[in-house]
């Protein structure tokens, strides 16, 4: 059969595995020639490229300016402007002086602290939930834990997480490629322009009041010295709260889905809850919340026997080498013991995840409390919709009962 | 001088971040394959050490006295 290159058909969106592991055997450096683009789809060749940021550049911005007509480029230039100083869009030196300046805020060190609260949290969402025997996970439960853990991170506070997650969300209309959506880059915009208008004052208010938080960090970083300018600081503080809502929801609703499908693994979960590190990892391993990350072709370059050009823009598959039986013997199976298990769900080489040290200890906690007070968690008879988009492995509902 | 050190990378773990090599160049540099390696592990603070093992988001870096064989990084509620 020959491949499709629809990466939004229903059938792709709704089993990304399957079509992932056509590709990977017969044609693993594949060029779509309807997104134009390179799937790479190998273990090997993805954690090579991932690593090569020299000559795979993730500077998404330039070849943004490049598609877009002069007047489009004025009318989007706050867009531009800021996500040219996200850190996931951008190479080094820039990303590094970022990079190494926020790393210390989430280093598995500097988050084991939040665990406490963590667990708190968690015990509240549940507690809310558990006497009516059945909820609607994402909204009730995996999409309040990120957010309230990044809002207090970041020192939002509670009455306006509402507001920050619909800009939030209109922000990433841009690059989780919605299908359908003409307009997505000037909604993408709006929801930016209000973000910033959100964090400036607050950002003001932490340089007069530092406190415990974030952004007070982050400010300190720009009065240390000409480290973090303004811009970079506003910036920053939208890249964050943006990486902080959906990934995380995504990890703990499609964890769900892969433990209640493979009852063995969740019962030997709740059995030996000392199992929940690697339960996590070969969760993200197995469903993790992001398929694939964008790279550009920075010069000419053999890969997987084709021949790559200056410009070309590839898709590094995360769901497909994660799933490469060349890495992982039964790559297909659940199996919350594998050891070692290195994934690249949360990408790999200098962009690796920041936040990953985090999202590893929420997933943690929320799976040994969802396993010690919901044992009887069953998926409810409803079918099961993904969005239709090429990055994220995103569930719209997901009802369940216990 | 500072107690000698035992310093390993788990190559399962390490992705190739440069965190430890930005962090502590003295200690640590890049193999053929962009991974981390141990290039001296006398070559800076034993606190500069600890920071860059500390700061690798995967937890890859394992430090030990070379003497006495004591785990410094990782602690045991992070191992």
Known sequence: MAINDDLLAPE???????????IREEDPVHWNQRWKGWLVTRYEDVVGVLRDYERFSSDRMASLILELQPEDRDRLSLLINYFSKWLVFTDPPYHTRVRMLINKAFTPTAVERLRPRIRQIIDQLLSAVAAKRHMEFI??????????VISEYMGVPPEDREKVKEWSDETSRVF????????RRERSQRGLQHLLEYFEPLVHERRLHPRDDLISALVQAEERGDL??????LATCTVLIFAGHETTTNLLANGVVALMEHRDQWDLLRENPQLVRPAVEELLRYDGPVKATFRWVKEETELGGKHLREGDRMLAVL????RDPEKFPQPDALDITRNPNPHVAFGHGIHICLGAPLARLEAQEAFLALTQRFPSLRLADRPREYHRTIVARALKELWVEW | MGRRLRITVDYDRCVGSRICILTAPGVFRENE?????????????????LEAARGCPQMAIRVEDAETGEVLFPPPELA
């Open chain 1, 12 to 22: 792709v969106v709704a089993d990304p595995y399957t079509y992932f592991a056509q």
């Open chain 1, 139 to 148: 909204k009730e439960f995996a999409f309040q834990l990120p957010v309230i």
């Open chain 1, 176 to 183: 989780f490629i919605r299908a359908d959506e003409p307009d």
């Open chain 1, 228 to 233: 973090l300018s303004h811009e970079e600081v």
């Open chain 1, 319 to 322: 769901a497909a080498a994660n």
């Open chain 2, 33 to 49: 394959n962009l991974q981390s390696a141990v290039r001296d592990p006398a070559g800076e603070p034993e606190e500069v050490v």
